[in-house]
């Protein structure tokens, strides 16, 4: 099966513009979640998306991070206006409902998008 | 609140020669701990879980890590490493045991190994 596919790998932008970073999980996983490393630091939660809704989003920085997942399918994530902390890796993580895998751990991760903001 | 400490950023080990990577948590509920690694260019991957039982695990690869309840440790060793470990390695830690739980993480250690 595919794996978690972030896009894009790479993004340069400059400060105030925006930039939209975009996951497709796992076919038929309704968890997914953002995550974001910045500047060596420890990979943070960002929020959690079951189907299309919301269902933690303690970890979002800012409202100028805006996350989205119509359809209950690929999500998007959008900074704007982007600022130089904003720069690190992004990655987006899916897992089944553990009702359907008896409870047992399995998150997969992206390969992420690196965000550098100049 | 839950946290996570590596205590070392970056360990280099010479080809063939044992590795141990340092993780200690904190958290006042019972805690489900993992390590995963991120090789250059690639994304996380799992290495190993604990999550109840025998609190020696064993992962892919060939790593290994010990849960030590009363020290509050999760140290993932391999008894010779080969160039191809060259990553880095998270180590995190979960309150909750459904896939549907959030994941703290720490700050990572990159191990490089010399020939």
């Known amino acids: 099966e595919a794996g978690v596919t972030q896009f894009p790998s790479h993004s340069v932008i400059e400060k105030g513009q925006t930039v939209t970073l975009r996951c497709d999980p796992i076919?038929?996983?309704?968890?997914l979640y953002w995550y974001r490393r910045v500047m060596g630091k420890e990979i943070k939660f960002l929020l959690h998306f079951v189907k299309e809704s919301k269902q933690d989003e303690s970890g979002m920085p800012n409202n100028r991070f805006l996350a989205e997942r119509t359809g209950g399918t690929y999500s998007t994530l959008k900074v704007q206006p982007a600022e130089l902390e904003d720069s690190g890796v992004y990655f987006c993580a899916s897992s089944q409902d553990p009702r359907a895998t008896g409870g047992i751990y399995g998150y997969t991760f992206g390969s992420g998008t690196r965000l550098t903001v100049v | 609140a839950q946290s996570v400490t590596q205590l070392d950023s970056q360990v280099p080990v010479f080809e063939e020669a044992p590795v141990e990577l340092r993780c200690n948590y904190s958290?006042?509920?019972?805690?489900?701990l993992f390590w995963y690694v991120q090789y250059p260019n690639q994304g996380l991957q799992l290495l190993l879980k604990y999550l109840s039982g025998s609190t020696l695990v064993k992962g892919i690869n060939g790593f290994e890590a010990e849960f030590n309840k009363s020290q509050t440790s999760f140290h993932l060793r391999k008894p010779s490493v080969h160039i191809s470990d060259t990553a880095e390695y998270f180590c995190a830690v979960s309150e909750g045991y459904s896939s549907a739980s959030k994941i703290i993480f720490g700050s990572g250690t990159r191990l490089s190994i010399r020939p």
């Open positions: 076919s038929g996983h309704d968890n």
């Open positions: 958290s006042s509920v019972s805690v489900y």
